[in-house]
């Protein structure tokens, strides 16, 4: 009686550099984590947190993923606004507004403004004006190094992007 091999079912939970570079490529691409984690080679969602939550250098690298695929969101934007193919259609041989592709659009758009605002609202949020004539309402701003711990401190000026690498 022979033995039979088990084979691997599921899906991969054992961190691999190959698996988290591609996940970090997908990222920087501005492809969500929970679409790539559908990948039959993908691990879970909750796998990829997991590892993250263990390394910093991890964790630095998603996060600085996260910012450049923001970048790769905003411009899917202007392609999104700036592709007309759809806004026409020919009804009884005339040329009519397609108004459903236009309100696609429009929708796509707006849902990603959306997300960029509340993922980084400094960059992609509504600017308010909170100053009051004597100052006294003026918002604080920047971060207070002095507070933070070394290793958050590295972090957050490790995971900084300028605008002008997007």
């Known amino acids: ?5 088990k084979k691997a079912t599921g899906r991969p939970s ?12 997908r990222i ?3 492809e969500p984590l929970r679409q790539i984690c559908r990948d039959a080679h993908m691990p879970t969602f909750a796998t990829v947190y ?8 991890l964790s630095i690298r998603f996060a600085r993923a996260r910012i450049v695929g923001w970048c790769a969101i905003a411009e899917d934007c202007l392609e999104i606004a700036d592709d007309g193919r759809n806004d026409w259609m020919e009804v009884n041989g005339k040329s009519v507004q397609n ?25 992609y949020g509504n600017k308010i004006d909170l100053t009051s004539s004597d100052g006294s309402m003026s918002p604080k701003s ?5 507070k933070l711990s070394k290793e958050n401190l590295e972090a957050v000026l490790a995971a900084r992007i300028k605008p002008e690498q997007c």
Request: proline share 2%.
């Open 142 to 146: 920047g971060i207070d190094a002095a």
């Open 1 to 5: 009686m022979a033995e039979e091999q």
């Open 50 to 57: 997991s590892w993250i939550g263990k390394g910093d250098e």
């Open 14 to 25: 054992k961190f691999t550099e190959a698996l988290f570079d591609e996940i970090i490529s």
């Open 99 to 123: 108004s459903e592709a236009i309100q696609r659009s429009k929708l796509r758009v707006d849902t990603r403004q959306k997300m960029l605002a509340i993922w980084d609202p400094t960059r």
């Open 28 to 30: 920087s691409e501005g």
